[in-house]
């Protein structure tokens, strides 16, 4: 009952804030609104009981790269100037409108297979096991932290000044 | 009334849906970059509640979770760089008006 109430009150503060991330005409607003909305789907995490998946959520999101948006949006002076539509508004939103409709259609009349398995309940050491056990997904976390490094050595090509 | 696989579904279609809107409708190339944010959160629930009511022994779903996340980190870094140059070039971030690779 307690996880009903939950997910509906996260469930609805998460829609708003993506609401206002697209539709508030001030882009730090939008900002802030987006890291409103991060912290939700890390409720929501909880709620699926994948708690270090909740706290890699608000580390990596909320503390990480809502600092760089913001950064960049500082850096940009866009702030003045809002976040305008563009002239493909009418055909995205009908673009949309259809996409979500296929979607929940797909959604709802597929038979999933759902298991009565009670959850793991603290997640971490079966994630480090894993990820870093005999036959487990060690090779795409050594893709990752290279995949990490060359986005590092990128992006500061990128930004720095000639 | 109990919340199931179905309602988190739903809710990440919704979440998704609300990037993609944001992805196609907007100029400023920080909001389409937070969009894209929204559109990659929405996959990331998805996965995590297929690996709660599908295979909750398995957590497979979170652990693709977690690689999402590692390439949503590298993707913003690398995408909000981009953003400076091109504002450090143009005095500009609308995206309608950067055509210069337009043909």
Redesign the interface.
């Given at each position: 009952m307690a996880?009903?109430i939950s997910?509906w009150i996260l469930?609805v503060v998460?829609?708003i804030a993506?609401?206002g991330?697209?539709f508030l005409r001030n882009?730090f607003r939008?900002?802030l609104s987006?890291i409103l909305?991060?912290l939700m789907?890390a409720g929501?995490?909880i709620?699926?009981?994948?708690d270090?998946?909740a706290a890699?959520?608000i580390l990596?999101?909320v503390g990480?790269?809502s600092v760089?948006?913001i950064?960049?949006?500082m850096?940009?002076r866009?702030v003045q100037?809002?976040?305008?539509?563009?002239?493909?508004?009418f055909?995205?939103?009908v673009?949309?409108?259809l996409?979500?409709e296929v979607?929940?259609l797909t959604?709802?009349n597929t038979p999933?297979?759902?298991?009565s398995?009670?959850?793991?309940a603290p997640?971490t050491a079966?994630?480090a096991t894993?990820?870093f056990g005999e036959g487990g997904?060690i090779l795409?976390v050594e893709i990752?932290a290279v995949?990490?490094l060359?986005?590092?050595i990128?992006?500061?090509v990128?930004?720095r000044e000639k | 009334m109990n919340v199931g696989l179905e309602h988190y579904l739903i809710l990440s279609a919704l979440l998704f849906s609300i990037g993609l809107y944001g992805v196609l409708a907007k100029r400023n190339a920080v909001i389409i970059l937070m969009c894209i944010e929204l559109m990659l959160n929405a996959v990331n629930i998805t996965l995590v509640a297929f690996s709660r009511y599908v295979v909750p022994a398995l957590l497979t779903g979170q652990i693709f979770a977690i690689f999402v996340i590692v390439v949503a980190a590298a993707e913003v870094a690398v995408g909000l760089a981009i953003i400076l140059a091109i504002y450090r070039g143009l005095e500009d971030i609308d995206v309608t008006k950067i055509n210069l690779m337009k043909w």
């Amino acid at each position: 009952m307690a996880l009903t109430i939950s997910f509906w009150i996260l469930a609805v503060v998460m829609i708003i804030a993506a609401l206002g991330v697209v539709f508030l005409r001030n882009v730090f607003r939008a900002a802030l609104s987006l890291i409103l909305c991060f912290l939700m789907v890390a409720g929501l995490y909880i709620t699926l009981s994948a708690d270090f998946l909740a706290a890699v959520q608000i580390l990596v999101y909320v503390g990480a790269i809502s600092v760089l948006i913001i950064l960049a949006i500082m850096m940009t002076r866009e702030v003045q100037r809002g976040s305008p539509p563009n002239r493909l508004q009418f055909p995205a939103f009908v673009v949309t409108i259809l996409f979500f409709e296929v979607l929940v259609l797909t959604l709802i009349n597929t038979p999933w297979q759902i298991s009565s398995t009670p959850p793991l309940a603290p997640t971490t050491a079966s994630l480090a096991t894993l990820l870093f056990g005999e036959g487990g997904f060690i090779l795409p976390v050594e893709i990752a932290a290279v995949l990490l490094l060359s986005a590092i050595i990128g992006a500061i090509v990128l930004a720095r000044e000639k | 009334m109990n919340v199931g696989l179905e309602h988190y579904l739903i809710l990440s279609a919704l979440l998704f849906s609300i990037g993609l809107y944001g992805v196609l409708a907007k100029r400023n190339a920080v909001i389409i970059l937070m969009c894209i944010e929204l559109m990659l959160n929405a996959v990331n629930i998805t996965l995590v509640a297929f690996s709660r009511y599908v295979v909750p022994a398995l957590l497979t779903g979170q652990i693709f979770a977690i690689f999402v996340i590692v390439v949503a980190a590298a993707e913003v870094a690398v995408g909000l760089a981009i953003i400076l140059a091109i504002y450090r070039g143009l005095e500009d971030i609308d995206v309608t008006k950067i055509n210069l690779m337009k043909w």
